[in-house]
Protein backbone atom coordinates (compact mmCIF):
# COMPACT_ATOMS: atom_id res chain seq x y z
CA UNK A 1 0.00 0.00 0.00
CA UNK A 2 1.55 3.32 -0.88
CA UNK A 3 1.70 6.22 1.46
CA UNK A 4 0.88 9.23 0.55
CA UNK A 5 1.59 13.05 1.80
CA UNK A 6 -0.20 16.48 2.19
CA UNK A 7 1.63 19.15 -0.16
CA UNK A 8 1.49 22.59 1.15
CA UNK A 9 -2.04 23.44 -0.67
CA UNK A 10 -3.21 20.85 1.25
CA UNK A 11 -2.11 21.79 4.14
CA UNK A 12 -2.89 25.49 3.90
CA UNK A 13 -6.89 24.01 2.80
CA UNK A 14 -6.81 21.92 5.92
CA UNK A 15 -5.16 23.42 9.12
CA UNK A 16 -4.96 26.95 7.93
CA UNK A 17 -2.78 29.57 6.80
CA UNK A 18 -1.82 33.34 7.89
CA UNK A 19 -5.27 34.30 5.44
CA UNK A 20 -7.25 31.41 6.07
CA UNK A 21 -8.59 29.60 9.02
CA UNK A 22 -8.51 25.80 9.63
CA UNK A 23 -11.61 23.67 8.68
CA UNK A 24 -13.13 22.20 11.07
CA UNK A 25 -10.81 20.12 13.63
CA UNK A 26 -13.58 16.34 12.81
CA UNK A 27 -13.32 16.98 9.08
CA UNK A 28 -9.36 17.26 8.94
CA UNK A 29 -9.38 13.90 11.18
CA UNK A 30 -11.66 12.94 8.30
CA UNK A 31 -9.13 13.83 5.51
CA UNK A 32 -6.24 12.61 7.48
CA UNK A 33 -7.42 9.24 8.02
CA UNK A 34 -9.31 9.05 3.77
CA UNK A 35 -5.67 9.70 2.42
CA UNK A 36 -4.25 6.94 4.54
CA UNK A 37 -7.47 4.92 3.42
CA UNK A 38 -6.77 5.86 -0.57
CA UNK A 39 -5.16 3.95 -2.85
CA UNK A 40 -5.25 7.25 -4.91
CA UNK A 41 -3.19 10.47 -4.29
CA UNK A 42 -5.20 13.54 -3.88
CA UNK A 43 -4.77 16.84 -2.86
CA UNK A 44 -7.39 19.42 -1.28
CA UNK A 45 -8.27 22.79 -3.62
CA UNK A 46 -10.60 24.33 -1.37
CA UNK A 47 -11.46 24.08 2.55
CA UNK A 48 -12.39 27.29 4.35
CA UNK A 49 -14.34 29.98 2.30
CA UNK A 50 -15.29 33.82 3.23
CA UNK A 51 -18.80 34.79 1.94
CA UNK A 52 -16.85 36.72 -0.87
CA UNK A 53 -14.75 33.66 -2.13
CA UNK A 54 -18.43 31.93 -1.87
CA UNK A 55 -19.97 34.66 -3.90
CA UNK A 56 -17.75 34.68 -6.48
CA UNK A 57 -18.02 30.90 -7.52
CA UNK A 58 -21.64 31.57 -7.63
CA UNK A 59 -21.22 34.67 -10.00
CA UNK A 60 -19.00 32.31 -12.44
CA UNK A 61 -22.04 29.58 -12.13
CA UNK A 62 -19.63 26.81 -10.46
CA UNK A 63 -21.64 26.82 -7.17
CA UNK A 64 -25.63 27.35 -6.29
CA UNK A 65 -24.72 29.08 -3.13
CA UNK A 66 -24.62 32.99 -3.03
CA UNK A 67 -22.51 33.24 0.03
CA UNK A 68 -25.23 35.54 1.75
CA UNK A 69 -28.31 34.42 1.17
CA UNK A 70 -27.24 30.40 0.56
CA UNK A 71 -24.52 29.54 2.70
CA UNK A 72 -21.95 27.02 2.20
CA UNK A 73 -20.61 24.19 4.18
CA UNK A 74 -17.37 26.08 3.10
CA UNK A 75 -17.93 29.24 5.31
CA UNK A 76 -18.05 27.17 8.40
CA UNK A 77 -15.07 25.22 8.01
CA UNK A 78 -17.26 21.76 7.51
CA UNK A 79 -16.33 21.02 3.90
CA UNK A 80 -13.23 20.26 1.40
CA UNK A 81 -12.90 20.05 -2.17
CA UNK A 82 -10.56 17.65 -3.24
CA UNK A 83 -9.09 16.49 -6.87
CA UNK A 84 -7.24 13.02 -6.97
CA UNK A 85 -3.96 12.87 -8.79
CA UNK A 86 -4.21 10.63 -11.94
CA UNK A 87 -1.87 8.81 -13.56
CA UNK A 88 -1.55 6.77 -16.55
CA UNK A 89 0.67 3.14 -16.81
CA UNK A 90 3.68 5.10 -17.88
CA UNK A 91 2.75 7.64 -14.79
CA UNK A 92 2.03 10.44 -16.74
CA UNK A 93 -0.54 12.69 -15.13
CA UNK A 94 -3.93 13.02 -16.24
CA UNK A 95 -6.62 15.75 -16.55
CA UNK A 96 -8.75 14.16 -13.18
CA UNK A 97 -12.36 15.81 -14.49
CA UNK A 98 -11.79 13.72 -17.40
CA UNK A 99 -14.85 11.33 -15.86
CA UNK A 100 -14.84 9.76 -19.46
CA UNK A 101 -11.45 8.35 -19.18
CA UNK A 102 -11.94 5.21 -17.12
CA UNK A 103 -8.68 5.36 -15.17
CA UNK A 104 -9.79 9.27 -13.99
CA UNK A 105 -13.35 7.74 -13.42
CA UNK A 106 -11.50 5.19 -11.34
CA UNK A 107 -9.55 7.34 -9.18
CA UNK A 108 -12.74 9.50 -8.72
CA UNK A 109 -14.72 5.77 -7.53
CA UNK A 110 -11.76 5.38 -4.84
CA UNK A 111 -11.23 8.68 -3.41
CA UNK A 112 -15.01 8.81 -2.88
CA UNK A 113 -14.52 5.11 -0.87
CA UNK A 114 -11.77 6.77 1.03
CA UNK A 115 -13.56 9.63 2.26
CA UNK A 116 -16.56 7.19 3.77
CA UNK A 117 -14.52 4.75 4.84
CA UNK A 118 -12.84 7.02 6.83
CA UNK A 119 -16.27 9.04 7.96
CA UNK A 120 -17.42 5.27 8.81
CA UNK A 121 -14.04 4.56 11.02
CA UNK A 122 -13.80 7.83 12.71
CA UNK A 123 -18.00 7.66 13.35
CA UNK A 124 -18.34 10.90 11.31
CA UNK A 125 -20.89 11.36 8.93
CA UNK A 126 -19.48 12.39 5.11
CA UNK A 127 -21.75 13.55 2.30
CA UNK A 128 -19.72 13.34 -0.56
CA UNK A 129 -20.11 15.50 -3.30
CA UNK A 130 -21.91 12.86 -5.94
CA UNK A 131 -24.91 13.95 -4.08
CA UNK A 132 -25.31 18.02 -4.88
CA UNK A 133 -25.98 19.27 -8.48
CA UNK A 134 -24.30 22.29 -9.67
CA UNK A 135 -24.40 23.48 -13.12
CA UNK A 136 -24.19 20.37 -15.66
CA UNK A 137 -23.24 18.12 -13.13
CA UNK A 138 -22.15 16.58 -10.04
CA UNK A 139 -19.83 18.25 -7.13
CA UNK A 140 -17.45 15.20 -7.49
CA UNK A 141 -15.11 16.66 -5.45
CA UNK A 142 -16.85 18.06 -2.70
CA UNK A 143 -17.19 16.22 0.88
CA UNK A 144 -18.36 17.87 3.79
CA UNK A 145 -19.72 16.64 7.57
CA UNK A 146 -22.90 17.69 9.76
CA UNK A 147 -22.57 21.03 11.18
CA UNK A 148 -22.51 20.99 15.04
Known amino acids: ???????????DNIYGNNTQPPINE?????????LIESTVDF???????????QNALFKKDVSTLDGY???????TGYAV???PIVKDSDGNKLPPFDTSNTTCLLAWHEVIRAF????????????AGWVF????????????IARG
Not at 43 to 53: F, L, P
Not at 133 to 144: A, K, P, T, V, Y
Open 81 to 83: DIM
Open 69 to 75: EKKSYHQ
Open 116 to 127: LRAGFKLGIHVT
Open 43 to 53: TVISGYRTAEQ
Open 26 to 34: KLQRVVERA
Open 133 to 144: NIGSGRDLGHFQ
Open 1 to 11: MKTFRFGQRSK
